[in-house]
């Protein structure tokens, strides 16, 4: 594991964003896994830049992203679709039709969990997964529990979740209970993992998550047990 810490958020952003354009120059038909949350909202804010520079060319990009929330489709402006398609792929070439985001409105979201996890299968699986981590410890939308869980599921959101990320809507009861997230395998299996932080409320839970013991009750320990992980923390 490769722990790297700097100063301030746009540090943090740049090498972010530096390791991922690194991928996508390496390999112009990679697979990203690609997050929402504050955290990586620098980091793609610097690929644009990039991107309008004539550095970074998406076009043979293929992403797929970890989660969506319950019963929000892509109009609706607090859905993880949304969020993407305003802060990173509206603003760069990559073909829409090759970006995915797991339907949180799907009749059936058992079958759209395993379909999602097929897909990424198809594809090859993932070459660099870009997460953030919560409060709790989740990656995703996994959630503390008393076992892993493998697959694209369904969750209960827990109550710091929802009041977490209640800065996002009108007030906390318009948060969705439940969200479809992508599983540990995927997550495991992708060949590079990315794992950006920042501010000191952070702290304490990647040390619990990369130097503490590796238990479902901290989602993010899990992995500790990757070849391939950097974590880039900023203080600020
Ligand atoms: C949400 C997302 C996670 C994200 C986490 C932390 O719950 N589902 O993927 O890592 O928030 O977000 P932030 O970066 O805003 O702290």
């Known amino acids: 594991m490769k722990f790297i810490t700097v100063d301030t958020y746009e540090k943090l952003s740049?090498?972010?964003?530096?390791?991922i354009s690194a991928q996508v120059i390496i390999k112009p038909d990679c697979v990203l896994g690609l997050a929402t949350g504050s955290s990586p909202l620098g980091t793609y804010k610097q690929l644009i830049d990039w991107y309008n520079k004539g550095d970074i060319d998406f076009s043979s990009v293929t992403s797929v992203n970890l989660d969506?929330?319950?019963g929000l489709d892509g109009s609706s402006n607090q859905s993880y679709r949304y969020f993407m398609n305003k802060n990173f792929f509206e603003h760069i070439n990559?073909?829409?039709?090759?970006?995915?985001?797991?339907?949180?409105?799907?009749?059936?979201l058992?079958?759209?969990g395993l379909n999602y996890d097929r897909h990424i299968e198809e594809l090859g699986g993932i070459d660099l997964?870009?997460?953030g981590i919560g409060l709790d410890g989740h990656i995703g939308f996994n959630e503390p529990d008393?076992?892993?869980v493998k697959s694209t599921h369904v969750v209960d959101l827990h109550e710091s979740t929802i009041?977490?990320?209640s800065r996002f809507f009108a007030n906390e009861d318009e948060v969705p209970k439940q969200a479809i997230t992508m599983g540990m395998v995927s997550i495991m299996q992708a060949k590079k993992i990315l794992l950006i932080a920042s501010g000191k409320a952070k702290y304490d839970i990647l040390k619990k998550a990369f130097y503490g013991p590796i238990t479902p009750e901290i989602p993010a320990s899990i992995l500790q047990l990757h070849p391939d992980i950097t974590v880039i923390y900023s203080e600020n």
Do not use: H, M, S, W
């Open 14 to 19: 740049r090498q972010a964003a530096n390791i």
């Open 68 to 70: 969506e929330y319950v």
């Open 94 to 108: 990559i073909d829409i039709n090759n970006t995915f985001v797991p339907n949180g409105c799907a009749d059936d």
């Open 110 to 112: 058992v079958t759209e």
């Open 129 to 131: 997964q870009l997460l």
């Open 146 to 148: 008393r076992y892993f």
């Open 163 to 165: 009041k977490a990320n």
